[in-house]
């Protein structure tokens, strides 16, 4: 399988920028997309950033202008650059993965962003 291992989320003040990072190991054969989701509490997971393996992005409207989603193939690492953070922006980032065949798809486990003065 695939495992996904978050790291870069904390406190940070609003217009403030937090870069968060995703590793990717195991099996990753046909991972064609790989993301960024988020979940604050009383709320759905809803979609941050994607790319995909030809490293064409995909942002919520919410974030475009702000963030940039990048990805390292030769690391199997996916990073998310946040600027101009608002509190609006606080919420649980969960990375994702997703294989096309056969379809699969994979979750870390978050790391947490708070936006606050």
């Known amino acids: 399988q695939v495992q996904l291992v978050e790291s870069g989320g904390g406190l940070v003040q609003p217009g403030g920028s937090l870069r968060l990072s995703c590793a990717a190991s195991g099996l990753l054969f046909n991972i064609n997309v790989m993301g960024w989701y988020r979940q604050a509490p009383g709320k759905e997971r809803e979609l941050v950033a994607s790319?995909?393996?030809?490293?064409?992005?995909n942002y919520a409207d919410s974030v475009k202008g702000r963030f940039t989603i990048s990805r390292d193939s030769a690391k199997s690492t996916v990073y998310l650059l946040m600027n101009n953070l608002k509190p609006e922006d606080t919420a649980a980032y969960y990375c994702?993965?997703?294989?096309?065949?056969?379809?699969?798809?994979?979750w870390g486990q978050g790391t947490q962003v708070t936006v606050s003065s």
């Open positions: 994702n993965a997703e294989r096309s065949l056969p379809r699969q798809s994979f």
């Open positions: 790319v995909t393996s030809g490293a064409m992005p």
